[in-house]
């Protein structure tokens, strides 16, 4: 079975779902009580354990305090409207790239711009392996050109465009949430579908993807496994995988 790696920061995602029955005397917002509340690993870990559901051989490298860097989800339980969010202070220590083995046949990197990877470390990392499916935060620039494919969402697209040569574009898969994917300038569409939550939505993405492209060398096949995966997910409460 061939090996993956998946390389980037984690985090520990948490969804207090809660009633909102009444406002307070002294200020117009919602009391909130909590009536259930969960937890999963989430960023790189969430890329991660989306393909354990699927394939054995895959190995995380991560920060090893990911349990400290909370993202918590305040959610009304029965509508599933999503409050407010509380982020951690993110304190993640930079990755060691002298301690790292890049033996899978396919690398992941899921980077959150969160100090774990910087520019210099993911263009070292894609310039050593041929293989290396890119998820970044980061605007988009020649630092990733050496990178095999390039997945970012609508808004990582806009904040980049300024920066986008041809030859990135070649690489990028756009995805535009409802509305599927954009690959050398083709629309790979979705159908219509119910959206209950889209937390983690773009990793389970990726996962699909990759699970796909490593059976089938096909990455407009991939594309269209991938859009499925994560219309599934999304229709799930809270964090989903596939």
Known sequence: MKKIQVI???????????????????LPVPILTVVDKT?????????????????????LITNDNWQEITKIRYVHDSSNHMFFRVD?????????????????????????????????DIEWICGQHKNVFLDTKKIVGDWASNAKYIKINDYEY??????ITSALLEKIIHTVGPDGCNYQGINYPVAEHEVRDTSGAGDSFMAALV???????????????????????????GVGII
């Open 8 to 26: 980037g920061e984690s985090c520990r995602d948490e969804f207090v779902y809660c009633e909102a029955k009444r406002l307070a005397p002294d």
């Open 39 to 59: 937890f999963n690993p989430g960023m790189a870990s969430n890329v991660f354990r989306n393909i354990k559901s699927k394939h054995s051989n895959i190995e």
């Open 88 to 120: 951690s202070l993110d304190v993640i220590p930079r990755i060691n790239l002298e301690n790292l083995n890049l033996d899978a046949d396919l690398l992941i990197i899921s980077d959150y711009d969160k100090g774990f990877l910087s520019r210099s």
């Open 158 to 163: 806009r904040n980049s465009q300024s920066s």
């Open 211 to 237: 699970l796909e492209y490593l059976k089938t060398q096909d990455i407009i096949k991939s594309i269209i496994s991938a859009n499925i995966a994560a219309s599934e997910v999304v229709q799930q409460r």
